[in-house]
């Protein structure tokens, strides 16, 4: 089974520090994806990668950056948190960018910035 | 851009029918569905791709109708295991693999 793992399932953070979010995937998928889930605005695509060192902005990539130096580890970065990046943020990957591959997703990993 | 899934909720009791719908602005070559209980990862459940079919997975089963950009799942004799959100994905180019997800329908199933 394809397993995407998050290391921190909930965070606190203040206003102003750096947030970084780790995922990784086991299964040497090429693309991974970083989504933003709030109550009544589904899943809202952040950044995206579709190789090592590649990536591409999403629908909401203001506040946020994103590295990818490994295939199997895509991180999500606040440079300086808000309280308006509070969220449920969830990590993604695809085999491929051919249409019709599945996306597996973490469990998501929930920030509170205070 | 986003797509708009109807209902936004919906409670019915355990062996009742459901249908989520998904419908979008914008031609689509593939849409997915997933769902998602509370705390969990989604967890995909179909994709339908461009062509007007139909797919079946147990008792859930969808449609896309990729002349009216719509996507319908069908949920039969509801189970205590269906609840939760429900989202479609939709991609409106092919090989791009960006989804653009729905804001959700939370079903919630009664004994």
């Known amino acids: 089974d394809v397993k995407v793992t998050q290391s921190s399932r909930y965070l606190v953070k203040r206003t102003g520090e750096k947030v970084f979010l780790e995922c990784v995937q086991d299964m040497d998928h090429e693309n991974m994806f970083w989504y933003r889930q709030d109550p009544g605005l589904g899943l809202r695509l952040i950044y995206f990668?579709?190789?090592?060192?590649?990536?591409e902005k999403g629908d909401i990539p203001e506040g946020y950056s994103v590295s990818r130096e490994k295939k199997e580890r895509f991180s999500l970065i606040l440079e300086s948190a808000s309280t308006n990046q509070t969220s449920m943020y969830l990590c993604?990957?695809?085999?491929?960018?051919?249409?019709?591959?599945?996306?597996?997703f973490g469990e998501g990993s929930w920030l509170t910035v205070v | 851009q986003q797509p708009v899934q109807s209902p936004q909720a919906v409670i019915l009791r355990e062996g009742e029918d459901a249908v989520i719908n998904c419908s979008s602005s914008?031609?689509?070559?593939?849409v997915h569905w997933y769902r998602q209980k509370h705390g969990e990862a989604p967890v995909f459940l179909m994709i339908?791709?461009?062509?007007?079919e139909q797919k079946g997975h147990e008792k859930i089963s969808a449609s896309f109708n990729e002349k009216k950009q719509q996507s319908s799942l069908y949920l039969t004799a509801s189970q205590l295991s269906y609840s939760g959100t429900y989202f479609c994905g939709t991609e409106p180019d092919q090989g791009a693999q960006k989804l653009v997800f729905g804001q959700g329908t939370r079903l919630t199933i009664n004994p």
């Open positions: 339908l791709l461009k062509g007007g």
């Open positions: 914008k031609a689509l070559y593939s």
């Open positions: 993604a990957s695809s085999l491929s960018a051919s249409s019709g591959n599945t996306i597996y």
């Open positions: 990668s579709y190789d090592v060192k590649m990536k």
